[in-house]
């Protein structure tokens, strides 16, 4: 008779606690921190420059005829090299005549060529109504691990190769999205920061103004907020290695805004610290010199995402197809709720007393966006939070494939992968992922702004026929 082997115990049965201790080494005090600190950044570096140029900087690779008319130019490829050849002033590419290869910049060349001289009814240049500002787009959700700043990146990048004029704004101390994007941001006055220290002491200039017409004594300026005040939006902004791609980026200091803003509203409570951003934006210029301003928040309901979302048109919150992600959206949706309402009330009853009108919160449109899909393993749950987001959620699920974790490992966008480092079909589906994200990111877009003109243009009629009736 053959006995028959024990199951083997768990391997958290029959622990030595001596052997255990041996393993711990010595208790670790703050500089072991920053020896660690000190490892990561110098491995975080080291990985980063893997999507860099040997020189240290990135750059955006060249697009093939193929890409340039099957993703961004609506025509064929045989009328493409007729119009190059009858037009040398075009850039005419790099390579052989079946095989040329081109810079975005030159692809933008060609794109307005084909919106001057192309066929009417073809869609050259993107929808963007002539006298609006641009669209102020945050991603936001406060739970880690999402997907924000992938799904930020995609959607600037999908915008630029799409023809429009794109800000990234990064306002997570974690600059992740800086990485992706090539930023180089020395210290906390590279970012976002001064622009709303500047906001802050503006109000405290007007308020000093108040006292002295009181007689009282005015509040300090100190060096920080004096130095903001000789500072703008231009100062902070950088270019990119895409050419339609500004960045404001972000660095580990810029956190110390979370602590700085709430210190600065107890010593000015009439200063609206969520509007801080958008008088940044709106002072700067950027709501002009761009089409799309695209806002990427730490995941954290703190006042640097409350400006976010107080600046925003368009809301994204993405979030993973799973229990956990719905019940911490859900959440997020809670808290901004409350947060928000619970400065229209403050605000409200104030203006109220005063005899001026009530501020509201408002938004474009919010969609709630399922990322790193899995239909095999979690179509049912995808199918359970669609029902009850509702028409807060987008339609497409966008999946997770080989080219979007490949693109990842080099810090870059799945367009900056080049297509012939994959076969054809893994690059086609890889990119349609986020190809279709961006599609109904476009059309929340053009549908805003198609929305704004008929109400602009309403307005317009209105005021004429009110003009009209008082000449008469």
């Known amino acids: 008779m053959v006995r028959k082997q024990d199951t083997p115990l768990p391997p958290y049965f029959n622990l030595d606690p001596k ?25 975080r570096d080291d990985l980063a420059k893997r999507g860099y140029a040997p020189d240290g900087r990135k750059r955006l690779r060249k697009f093939s005829t193929w890409e340039i008319c099957r993703y ?3 025509v064929a490829p045989a009328h493409l090299r007729r119009v190059l050849n009858k037009h040398p002033d075009l850039p005419q590419g790099e390579g052989h005549a079946g095989a040329k290869w081109f810079s975005l910049e030159e692809v ?63 306002l997570d101390s974690q600059g992740s999205m800086t990485s992706i994007l090539g930023g180089q941001v020395a210290d906390e006055w590279q970012t976002v920061f001064p622009l709303l220290a500047r906001d802050y002491a503006r109000h405290l200039q007007q308020e000093n103004s108040v006292r002295e017409a009181a007689g009282a004594p005015p509040a300090p300026l100190d060096e920080t907020l ?20 500004d960045l404001i980026g972000a660095q580990l200091n810029l956190y110390w805004a979370e602590f700085q803003i709430p210190v600065w509203r107890m010593g000015l409570k009439s200063w609206p610290l969520w509007d801080a951003l958008t ?36 809301l994204l919150v993405p979030l993973g197809a799973s229990f956990l992600e719905f019940d911490s959206t859900g ?21 109220r007393r005063a005899g001026l009108p009530e501020m509201k919160f408002e938004w474009d449109v919010v969609r709630a ?17 669609q029902a009850y987001f509702g028409d ?28 012939r480092n994959f076969n054809r079909e893994t690059y086609t589906r890889g990119r349609e992922a986020f190809d279709r994200t961006y599609a109904e990111f476009k059309e929340l877009l053009i549908g805003s702004w198609w929305r704004d003109a008929q109400m602009a243009e309403a307005d317009r009629t209105k005021e004429a026929e009110h003009g009209t009736a008082q000449t008469a």
């Not at 959620?393 to 080049?418: C, F, H, K, P, W």
């Open 279 to 314: 008088a940044g934006l709106e002072e700067g210029g950027a709501l002009d010199e761009y089409d799309i301003v695209l806002l990427d928040t730490p995941p954290a309901l703190g006042y640097l995402t409350i400006n976010a979302l107080a600046a925003a048109d368009i």
């Open 72 to 74: 961004l130019i609506p």
């Open 369 to 385: 966006v399922i990322t790193r899909f899995d239909a095999a393993q979690q179509t049912d749950l995808a199918n359970v939070i």
């Open 108 to 170: 933008l060349r060609l794109r307005d060529h084909f919106a001057e001289e192309g066929v009417s009814t073809k869609e050259y240049r993107p929808y963007r109504p002539e006298g609006l500002p641009a669209k102020v787009v945050a991603v936001a959700n406060f739970k880690g691990g999402v997907g924000k700043t992938s799904t930020a990146a995609h959607l600037a990048m999908s915008a630029a190769l799409d023809g429009y004029k794109v800000l990234v704004i990064d």
């Open 226 to 245: 004096t130095e903001a005040l000789d500072l703008s939006l231009q100062d902070v902004v950088q270019n990119t290695h895409w050419p339609n791609i």
């Open 392 to 419: 807060m959620m987008n339609a497409y699920r966008q999946e997770y494939t080989a080219l979007v974790g490949q693109a990842g490992e080099s810090v870059s966008g799945i367009y900056e992968a080049d297509y």
């Open 331 to 351: 959440r997020f949706f809670d808290m901004l709720y409350s947060t928000f309402a619970s400065i229209e009330e403050g605000e409200n009853g104030a203006r």
């Open 19 to 43: 052997a255990a201790a041996a393993k711990l080494g010595e208790p670790i005090d703050t500089a072991r921190f920053a020896k660690a600190a000190a490892f990561a950044g110098r491995g």
